[in-house]
């Protein structure tokens, strides 16, 4: 992860210079936003002016009898408050969009550059972490951009306008007022820094509990079988108190900081009233004037403590802001080619396979080779099976050919073509894998199935849950191929959570098959049919195919043995029995050799 604090102040307001972009392509928006701002802000300060004319002219209509000035007066005062009531709605209609408009783009920009991620974000990421800041993160965004500028601006408009109405209305009670108030700011901007600290930490304290709530709901049947319940809920209870007494110390100092800009703020305005006051009573001000001034100054206070809360609210979406763009400043360690090779023309016997002198190590792990001079051919169609104990490398070996990972040495080619000079969508698209670990989505099994090409109508998809010996069960289902198969999917068996990978893969049907311990999870009259559909599938394609239960590969046109990264054997199941060694050991434990 590339910290943003390397390119900024770690928490700086400067932090928020990075939102611009998503900004920039509602400029109208915002130029119209800010004409309704400045109308209202206009309107608004004319409050106080129209108040004096009013007081000081107005009444002085009445004693002479001529009424219909009074009246004049009065009907110009409500037709400001309409202009004021129009723009003001325009200006929370505009903003509001911008609000929801630049939040929606943020989240859709930031999850689809979280997804381009290779594994290792993943591995060392927390995916209740990455959720908050998508939900927690981007809702203080969405406050800054729907309310707090549009505030920030407004109020910086009636504080500029009004402080400058002060000056005309009355320089030497402006000049005092003004000075009290600059001596005043220092302690407003000491609290200011400690409220963004503290935001940015209550935050990060919010991320771990919503990371932790994440990893034990996913855990859920684990956590019961071994009656952890009680122990998780207290863990996640203390880390929500963590958080809370985090945001309990944001809130206090941001309190302070609040009754400090308003009590001082409030008191200058107050003392300054007080000489108002005399001076009225001197005659050198009219009691429209201290009238006008009165409210020239509670709009400048009024400001003064809208734009402290406003402060706030952008300390907050700053720390908000950094975090998101923290994923956005990611970089993956495998990136597309920039100018990828078109894809080799597709085969009807499937796709030649190369890896020469493969060293691997994972980043986190780099003292330790996952594979090492890595040596395999597979000819098109051909049928190649790995096995070996756990650790030997077979699982990295099918990370590296879908390039979740690239190796530090050698190369890996598909048909001669590297493929680091393919496209990440045309190498992943020649490829279908079942994994050991089945991925159901929140969707019916029509759908699920479907993942594997979208574009499939409805008797592809069936045709592929026929060839997995899914087609059955399915058709068992309450709804059929439209039922709901509940998250990850809860409502199937493993062996049926399987068999819907499975005909997954073969809907997709790709030039290149990896099959990852693909019948594990099923019982022997299951393994027998979907045995016989793969074998059946594997006739048109390469396929890699890792397994234990050594039944299943009997019949493989090769057999690769892997231990400790290397290839140490291979052969077919006859010769490598007959060899001895590591396979005629796992041969003779499961089918009692020897």
């Given amino acids: 992860m590339t910290p943003s604090s390397q390119l900024r102040p770690k928490g700086s307001l400067a932090t928020l210079e990075g939102l611009l972009p998503f900004m920039a392509p509602y400029r109208k928006r915002f130029l119209l936003a800010g004409f309704a701002l400045v109308v ?36 110009g005062l409500f037709a400001l408050a309409c202009v004021l009531a129009v723009a003001t709605a325009a200006r929370f209609y505009m903003v509001s969009w911008l609000g929801e408009r630049v939040t929606a783009d943020l989240r859709r920009a930031v999850y689809s550059h979280v997804v381009t991620q290779s594994p290792e974000f993943f591995e060392t990421s927390q995916t209740g972490e990455v959720l908050s800041r998508l939900t927690t993160d981007t809702t203080l965004i969405q406050t800054l951009v729907g309310t707090s500028i549009s505030m920030g601006l407004r109020n910086s408009l009636l504080f500029a306008g009004g402080l400058t109405m002060l000056f005309v209305t009355s320089p030497r009670l402006s000049a005092i007022i003004l000075v009290m108030l600059l001596v005043l700011i220092l302690p407003i901007v000491i609290f200011g820094r400690r409220v963004r600290k503290l935001s940015r930490e209550s935050q990060d304290r919010v991320a771990d509990a919503s990371a932790l709530a994440g990893e034990i709901l996913n855990a859920m049947p684990t956590v019961q079988a071994y009656t952890q319940e009680v122990r998780e809920a207290r863990r996640f209870g203390d880390t929500v108190e963590q958080a809370f007494d985090t945001a309990m110390r944001r809130i206090r100092a941001r309190s302070l900081l609040t009754v400090t800009a308003i009590l001082l703020v409030f008191g200058a305005i107050v003392f300054g ?14 009691p429209g004037e201290l009238g006008q001034f009165i409210l020239y100054a509670t709009l400048v206070a009024g400001a003064i403590g809208a734009l402290s809360e406003v402060m706030g609210d952008a300390q907050r979406a700053a720390g908000a802001a950094e975090r998101l763009l923290e994923l956005l400043a990611l970089s993956s360690p495998v990136q597309p080619p920039a100018a990828p090779l078109a894809p080799p023309a597709r085969r009807g016997n499937g796709a030649a396979l190369s890896l020469s002198d493969v060293c691997f190590h994972y980043p986190s792990r780099p003292q330790q080779n996952s594979l090492s001079h890595l040596n395999l051919e597979a000819r098109p169609g051909e049928t190649v099976a790995v096995v070996g104990p756990s650790g030997a490398g077979k699982t990295t070996l099918f990370q590296l050919l879908l390039r979740f990972y690239d190796p530090q040495q050698g190369g890996i080619a598909i048909d001669g073509i590297d493929i680091r000079r393919l496209a990440l969508h045309d190498l992943r698209g020649a490829i279908s894998i079942v994994p050991q670990d089945t991925v159901i989505f929140s969707a019916n099994a029509l759908d699920n199935i479907r993942y594997g090409r979208p574009e499939a109508n409805d008797e592809e998809v069936v045709a592929a849950a026929k060839m997995a010996a899914a087609h059955e069960f399915i058709e068992r289902l309450p709804e059929g191929y439209r039922s ?52 059946r599938a594997m006739a ?55």
């Fill in 540 to 594: 048109g394609r390469t396929t890699l195919v890792i397994a234990h239960r050594l039944a299943t590969i009997q019949r493989a046109d090769r057999i690769i043995v892997m231990e400790h990264g290397r290839i140490v054997k291979s052969g077919s199941h006859a010769e490598l029995v007959a060899h001895g060694g590591l396979y005629a050991s796992l041969a003779a434990l499961q089918f009692g050799l020897g």
């Fill in 40 to 75: 209202a802000a206009g309107a608004t300060l004319a409050m106080p002016y129209a108040f004096r004319r009013l007081v000081d002219v107005g009444f002085n209509t009445i004693e002479s009898g001529k009424t219909a000035h009074i009246d004049a007066y009065f009907i």
């Fill in 273 to 286: 009233l007080w000489l108002g006051a005399h001076a009225v009573m001197d005659k050198s001000m009219t």
């Fill in 484 to 535: 709901f198969l509940g998250e990850r999917g809860v409502r199937l068996s493993g062996g049926q959570r399987q068999r819907i990978a499975i005909a997954r893969a073969l809907l997709k049907n790709p030039p290149l098959l990896l099959l990852d311990e693909a019948t594990s999870a099923l019982d022997a009259e299951s393994e027998r049919l979907v045995q016989g559909a793969l074998e």
